[in-house]
């Protein structure tokens, strides 16, 4: 039996901008995963979300959160958030990675730690499996002696070059969606370092980060690592007060500011109090909030994601693939043997300008570098059309797994 290579499918995103959900602070978030007050660190454990709509009253599950696959969030709404001095909030990812939103119709005071920090690199070794990102990012790429893999998301490192990403994602943070990994280090054998996370928190009355405060959504760093990048913050409330510390960046030996920098963005009803020397990494956008507020995309907004991979004799029998946010963890999405080549990638678009949109897929292999198929337009119309690449040049696998990545880009 020939050996399999196995074809992940991550985690889709669409440039077109586009609304939000509708969303009234203090209307919208009727506090029932109840109050967030820790006394000691705590790190919540985002698999226990349960699945449901982003919105619905979470009474039944207090504390727990709901995880919308749809939107691909998990949402906590609170009464009220309290994170005194001394004390760390953290995360542990959901299965799907989602980034993290607070809805608190109450108001918000940071004394402590709030992360949503990448992982720091396994030790130097062969690293098979990826480095994780905070919620919301994505992860850093494998090593190996030889060779070092890409890292994962839009703008993951690329190994062939050694590059570090540059500016991802969208100023709104609308989707939320976190940074980029850092590529493997194949001479120094260090996998990347994963990238940082996303949180959005929205509060209807006062969101006061204190003078000991701090959030951050800053990447992972070892020494020789090759570093993600930073992932992305973004504060919304009636009232926002900033006299602490704000950092979604790269990081090298622990000091941010190396390598690439996130996002942060402010939304305040009154203007926003940044006590200054306010150590804020990149400088936040500071914005008057839309009314009604917007939180997550609404049900119309554009789509991209990988349907098919198969052979171009069986591209339009191919199974369709079910589940694109599969954890790494589990069995691939698409087993191909060994030596496959001129396979065809059937993508499809929702709510997307078929005349002048561009559909790409990112094919990152786990020990190997980066290539950027566009695919072409197949059949449809703006509410929903397929797009294939071409086979003509054959995708050539390394061992191990291959992650493939559709975006799409309107005018």
Known sequence: MKPQHLIWICTFCASLPAPGSLLLLGNGSEGSDGTLTPTTSIEIDLSQAVDGEWDADNTAHAGQGIHDPEKWVVVF?????????????????????????????????????????????????????????????????????DQGGAGMGPQGGNNSRGEYNLYYGNEPILPAIGGSGGAGNGSRKFAGSGAGGCIVIACAETLSIGVTGYISANSGY???????????????????????????????????????????????????????????????????????????????????????????????????????????????????PLGTAGLVIGVETTNFPVTNGRVFVRIAEKFGGVRIEEAAFHDGDYAAARWRTSATEPIVFSDGFTVLQARATGP
């Open 77 to 145: 709404k609170y009464s009220e958030v309290t994170v005194p001095e001394g004390v760390t909030v953290t995360f542990k990812n959901h299965p799907s990675r989602a980034p993290v939103i607070w809805i608190v119709n109450g108001n918000v005071t940071i004394d402590g730690r709030v992360s949503v920090d990448g992982k720091n690199p396994a030790v130097q070794g062969a690293a098979a499996v990826p480095t994780e990102a905070g919620p919301g990012g994505f992860r850093g790429g494998c090593a190996r002696p």
């Open 222 to 336: 070892r020494d020789y690592a090759h570093s993600g990048s930073g992932g992305a913050i973004r504060l919304i409330a009636d009232r926002v007060e900033v006299m602490g510390k704000m950092y979604a960046t790269a990081l090298h030996n622990g000091n941010p500011g190396y390598g690439a920098v996130g996002r942060i963005r402010i939304e305040s009803r009154e203007t926003a109090i940044l006590t200054p020397p306010v150590p804020i990494a990149p400088a936040p956008v500071v914005a008057v909030p839309d009314d009604p507020v917007l939180i997550v995309q609404p049900d119309n907004s554009p789509t991209v994601r990988i349907a098919k991979v198969a052979l171009p004799a069986d591209i339009d029998t191919a199974a369709e693939i079910v589940n694109p946010l599969a954890p790494l963890e589990v069995a691939g999405d698409v087993e191909f």
